[in-house]
């Protein structure tokens, strides 16, 4: 059995994530409005840090617009020297992401 922790945004709390690896793949989805089967492309992040706490976790988006927030941190693997304060509004399609890098410190 396969367990796999994904990580879940509250609305309206910032959270300070970083990732140790990501992929971008195509995935077969249900849409739950229609009931039919269409592929997305997904953004998929494994996470080691959350708040600050070692995690084993994953943190992924289907959000076009939210895939753009990370886009300039994917080329050589700039991602690894940030984390990123990601904070949700709304639900479905109104859902509207905050995302601020933040430099992590040499030390």
């Known amino acids: 059995m396969v367990m796999t922790n994904y990580i879940t945004l509250t609305p309206g709390v910032p959270t ?7 992929e971008q793949r ?32 994953i943190y992924s988006t289907l959000s076009d617009k939210h895939k753009a927030d990370f886009a300039p941190y994917l080329p050589g693997d700039r991602y690894l020297r940030y984390d990123f304060i990601v904070t949700v509004e709304g ?16 030390a």
């Open 91 to 106: 639900v479905g399609f109104r859902r509207e992401y905050q995302v601020t890098p933040v430099l992590r410190s040499s």
């Open 16 to 22: 300070r994530l970083h990732f140790s690896r990501y």
């Open 26 to 57: 195509v995935i077969t989805r249900t849409d739950p409005q229609t009931g039919r089967d269409g592929q997305v492309n997904a953004l998929r992040f494994d996470v080691d840090e959350i708040d600050g706490r070692s995690v084993v976790a």
